[in-house]
């Protein structure tokens, strides 16, 4: 596919988050894609940067992310301006598989800050097909819970907990997990920070199946510098699979916390 | 008239100079939805042993000013496994595919050679002897003329195919590794592989890769790498291949132009995977400007007085 040129369209920035939306030519994508994103800046920083899909119009041509500022080419994007040139390669990797449809138990989304995005995609296509769900979203701070307002435009506002008690129930968002998982679950979908998702995982194991959206470093973004491996347990050997390729959505059974 | 881009390496010939570089480009139909590989002079899989290894424990790389440090720890799935279910595939593409390969004892680099030697979708074999990233091999090899010598002319004794030497950066005296490599009988010589470098995280104090030592490759390497290949370029006759930063045409001539019949693109492919297609046609459009009739042509043509002084401070 190569690398495609976009424009930036807007990038509405919060606190340490930005929404930014390009405009180009846009191939139909899965939720759990991802894009490699790049300003054209010159030689540094060089490497694209991975970036989950918020939301997509392949028809009006539009791309849509959701950032936090965490180092030198998150600042970047943070700070693009409309009219400014990107470039981005996607989409990538393998999406989160879609449940049976409606008539089945609901499932749960489960995000934590910039995992967020990647589970508003799902939520939207979820919306879409009529598949019920929950969404929970852990945050540190009420400025740290995303696209609250999104979400809720779509019928199925999120329950939220942050850390501080600042908005919603106080503590993590495992203990609302826990009380979904009891009620009955089809099947649980998680992206955020590490401890969360192995949190989820175990939770989860032998009860429901579910999808975890892993991170990590990446070189290419699409398969073969074996730079973004993390260790999976494949027919009961420890096997080193690619976030990019393999993933970033693997069977939260088969992810070996090391 | 067009510009002739075919370049001849010993024995073999490329419809053009423009090669992808080992562990850059997986078994080579990895890059199949992003590149066409029949459009590229030649495609250097990642590197090969006889037990294929698991890589190091992650995180495996870090990005580093106008680069980045690699430590994947030659992660491959092993030569009897590639042979078996990627060479077939390999057979009905129209481009020079190179085997890249290693081995911790001069014997399993001498199976190796002899193993991909058979396989005939494969039209030179490049020994990896300056991996930084192994404890136990790579570095060794590399960096000691006596004992590049030593497994070039065992792998040489191995196969009948081509056999390409990739040397090291870290050498104390590349040239004489070179030499030394081409006295053992290697038919052309790959500059160069990646530089051991390391990055450290200050608020944790972590290093950045699990490995600490990682490889540095891409523009930042670029230097350094074109440095070797004048030098390498001046002290043998077989041909020698540039690499390292190459991301466009006007690197890519800088390789030639210091010596370099073809070059190998590897950290750029993670920016753009279509970037070697804009080098090659960048090369076409110099050779036109300039009146080469030919890449060959163009080889070592740097303007080249007075020899380099000794101290270059
Ligand atoms: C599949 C995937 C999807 C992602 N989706 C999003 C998203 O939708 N929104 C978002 O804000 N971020 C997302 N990330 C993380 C994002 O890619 C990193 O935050 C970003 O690359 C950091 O770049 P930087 O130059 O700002 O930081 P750097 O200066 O490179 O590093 C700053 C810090 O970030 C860490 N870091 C660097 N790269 C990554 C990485 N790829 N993943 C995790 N941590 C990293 C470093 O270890 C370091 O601690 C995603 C990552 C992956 C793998
Ligand atoms: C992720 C990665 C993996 C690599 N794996 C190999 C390898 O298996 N064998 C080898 O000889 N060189 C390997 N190299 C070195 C490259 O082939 C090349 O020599 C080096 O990166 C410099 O070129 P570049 O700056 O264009 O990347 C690797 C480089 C990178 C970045
Ligand atoms: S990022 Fe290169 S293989 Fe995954």
Known sequence: M???????????????????????????????????????????????????????????????FLLKVVGRGSSLLFELEPGHKVTALGPLGRPFPMPPAPGGPPVALVGGGVGVPPLVFLARRLAAERIPY????????????????????????????????????????????????????????????????????????????????????????????????????????????????????????????? | MGVDLAV??????????????????????????????????????????????????????????GGMLNAIGLQNIGVSRFLAEKAPKLRTYGTAFVANFYGHTVDQYMEAARALGEEPALAALEMNISCPNIQEGGIQFGTDPASVYKVTKACRGATKKPLWVKLSPNAADVAATAKAAQDAGADALTCINTMPAMAIDVERREFRI?????????????????????????????????????????????????GAKAVQVGTALFVDPQCPYAILRGIEDYCARHGFPSVESLVGQVKDGAPMPKCHE
């Open chain 2, 210 to 258: 699990s490995n600490k030592v990682g490889g540095l490759s891409g523009p930042a390497l670029k230097p350094i790498a074109v440095r070797i290949v004048y030098q390498v370029a001046k002290a043998v006759t077989i041909p020698v291949v540039g690499i390292g930063g190459v991301a466009t045409a006007a690197d890519a001539l800088e390789f030639i132009l210091a």
């Open chain 1, 134 to 258: 929950a969404f929970l979203q852990g945050a540190r701070t009420k400025d740290d819970l995303l696209l609250v307002e999104d979400l809720a435009a779509l019928g199925t506002p999120p329950l939220c907990t942050t850390e501080d008690g600042s908005a919603g129930a106080k503590g993590l968002v495992t203990a609302p997990l826990a009380v979904a998982l009891d009620a009955g679950l089809g099947a649980v979908y998680a992206c955020g920070p590490e401890g969360m998702l192995k949190a989820v995982a175990g939770m989860c194991a032998g009860r429901v199946p579910s999808h975890l959206s892993l991170e990590a470093r990446m070189g290419c973004g699409y398969g073969v510098c074996l730079g973004c491996v993390v260790p999976i347990s494949r027919g009961g050997a420890r096997v080193y699979e690619r976030v990019c390729q393999e993933g970033p959505v693997f069977d939260g059974e088969a992810v070996l916390w090391e």
């Open chain 2, 8 to 65: 001849t390496l010993g024995s073999v010939r490329l419809n053009n100079p423009v090669m992808l570089a080992s562990g850059c480009c997986g078994y080579g139909m990895d890059m199949e939805p992003h590149l066409d590989l029949n459009r590229l002079g030649g495609v250097c899989l990642k590197g090969l042993s006889m037990a294929g290894s698991e890589g190091n424990k992650p995180p495996r790389i870090w990005e580093t000013q």
């Open chain 1, 2 to 64: 190569g690398v495609r040129p976009y424009t930036v369209l807007h990038n509405e920035r919060r606190g340490p988050y930005c929404t930014l939306t390009v405009g180009g030519e846009v191939e139909p994508s899965e939720p759990g894609q991802f894009y490699m994103v790049r300003g054209d800046w010159g030689a540094d920083p060089l490497l694209p940067r991975p970036l989950s899909i918020l939301g997509e119009d392949p028809a009006a041509g539009t791309l849509s």
